[in-house]
């Protein structure tokens, strides 16, 4: 049996190029244990998440142009950004435990 991950390329490389042919996380979840994987939603973004694809709100699908990669970058560098903030939210709510260096962490 081919590997996951290689199966999900191929399937994106040849049916799904470009935003316009992207598939529904559940249509791909669908395919991949119809061809004999016992995945979860879970183990499947995994997979995905290591491959050179986009997975956006149309969909997953392989790239066509430079235009839906750039996007693509531009979206994650703003998740980035997000999760940034949020744990400076969260160190410094929890001031006091950095203080005295109870989680081990750098101030």
Request: glycine letters at 4%; hydrophobic letters at 45%.
């Given at each position: 049996?081919?590997?996951?991950?290689?199966?999900?390329?191929?399937?994106?490389?040849?049916?799904?190029?470009?935003?316009?042919?992207?598939?529904?996380?559940?249509?791909?979840?669908?395919?991949v244990r119809e061809m004999g994987y016992d995945v979860s939603d879970r183990e499947l973004r995994?997979?995905?998440?290591?491959?050179?694809?986009?997975?956006?709100?149309?969909?997953?699908?392989?790239?066509?142009?430079?235009?839906?990669?750039?996007?693509?970058?531009?979206?994650?560098?703003?998740?980035?950004?997000?999760?940034?903030?949020?744990?400076?939210?969260?160190?410094?709510?929890?001031?006091?435990?950095?203080?005295?260096?109870?989680?081990?962490?750098?101030?």
């Amino acid at each position: 049996m081919m590997h996951l991950s290689r199966l999900i390329l191929h399937k994106l490389r040849a049916e799904h190029v470009g935003k316009d042919r992207a598939i529904t996380r559940a249509d791909l979840l669908a395919y991949v244990r119809e061809m004999g994987y016992d995945v979860s939603d879970r183990e499947l973004r995994a997979v995905y998440a290591e491959l050179p694809v986009v997975a956006d709100s149309h969909g997953l699908y392989y790239p066509a142009t430079a235009a839906e990669v750039q996007a693509f970058y531009e979206y994650l560098q703003k998740r980035v950004k997000a999760e940034m903030a949020r744990a400076a939210r969260v160190r410094r709510a929890h001031a006091g435990l950095f203080e005295d260096r109870q989680l081990g962490l750098p101030i």
